[in-house]
């Protein structure tokens, strides 16, 4: 287990059993989950969201989670232009350290430790490291196909490294959207794993290995704020926005943030 020179947060399941009773004399507010479908993306919402109980989310949240859409989708196709995953944690550290459009908030490691597998195990991972509780099925599935992806760039990553090849890191980003309690927040949060640590932990599936009754994974977890370009706020919704002049210039320059190498 490779270990990335800092003090790790101890995520077992002791640790989870504190945080699933540390509010146990709180009435949380009901919260509904949404995802996109690759997981990057994560909406939650207060069924009593509005201002006075109403559950419907407001304009401005709609357009404050419409400009993040939109700025995840020239992302994508940036990276996918210059032939780069969404889990190559080089190409999105570049990204986020070149385009201007990302504050850093926050740098912390997880030691994430559970016997659990499938979704419970996607579960555990949402709670670890999101903080949310609740219904997570949806989440916590959608994060399992992302944990089999990451195992597959992992793979793939071991398959054609040698000896003298340096560490690789694999990762994602994920971008945290929030309209609790009237309250609108966006919180990018951007992961990285030692390829060795996805490899030998994950499968290049949905699930973990089966021989695999505990994984210990050490997880890096960088926390954002985000700043939309200025003519994403003016775009009514996203087609509009990926049809204009604009979103073309946005793409190319996260193509040159690509290619850009950075340090941490």
């Known amino acids: 287990?490779?270990?990335?020179?800092?003090?790790?947060?101890?995520?077992?399941?002791?640790?989870?059993?504190?945080?699933?009773?540390?509010?146990?004399?709180?009435?949380?507010?009901?919260?509904?989950?949404?995802?996109?479908?690759?997981?990057?993306?994560?909406?939650?919402?207060?069924?009593?969201?509005?201002?006075?109980?109403?559950?419907?989310?407001?304009?401005?949240?709609?357009?404050?989670?419409?400009?993040?859409?939109?700025?995840?989708?020239?992302?994508?196709k940036a990276m996918a232009e210059e032939e780069k995953s969404l889990f190559d944690y080089m190409a999105i550290n570049n990204?986020?350290?070149?385009?201007?459009?990302?504050?850093?908030?926050?740098?912390?490691?997880?030691?994430?430790?559970?016997?659990?597998?499938?979704?419970?195990?996607?579960?555990?991972?949402?709670?670890?490291?999101?903080?949310?509780?609740?219904?997570?099925?949806?989440?916590?599935?959608?994060?399992?196909?992302?944990?089999g992806a990451i195992g597959k760039e992992a793979n793939g990553i071991e398959v054609s490294s040698t000896s003298q090849t340096r560490e690789q890191e694999v990762g994602t980003i994920i971008f945290v959207c929030e309209y609790l309690l009237g309250a609108i927040s966006i919180t990018p949060i951007v992961f990285k794993i030692d390829s060795q640590d996805a490899s030998d932990a994950f499968e290049a599936s949905v699930c973990f290995k089966a021989h695999k009754k505990t994984i210990k994974v050490d997880i890096v977890k960088q926390v954002y704020m985000f700043v939309p370009p200025e003519f994403i706020k003016q775009a009514g919704v996203l087609n509009e926005a990926m049809e204009s002049e604009e979103f073309d210039k946005l793409v190319e320059s996260l193509r040159e943030a690509v290619k850009t190498p950075q340090g941490e």
């Open 95 to 147: 990204v986020v350290s070149t385009s201007g459009l990302f504050i850093k908030v926050t740098d912390s490691n997880v030691r994430f430790t559970s016997q659990a597998w499938g979704v419970k195990l996607g579960n555990q991972l949402v709670q670890t490291l999101f903080g949310l509780s609740g219904n997570l099925g949806a989440i916590g599935k959608s994060l399992m196909s992302m944990v």
């Open 1 to 76: 287990m490779s270990d990335f020179g800092n003090e790790f947060i101890e995520a077992n399941s002791e640790f989870r059993q504190k945080f699933a009773s540390s509010g146990v004399n709180e009435v949380p507010a009901t919260k509904e989950f949404v995802v996109n479908a690759t997981g990057n993306l994560f909406v939650a919402t207060t069924l009593n969201g509005g201002a006075d109980g109403d559950s419907t989310i407001s304009e401005e949240a709609k357009t404050a989670f419409g400009q993040v859409s939109v700025f995840f989708a020239a992302m994508t």
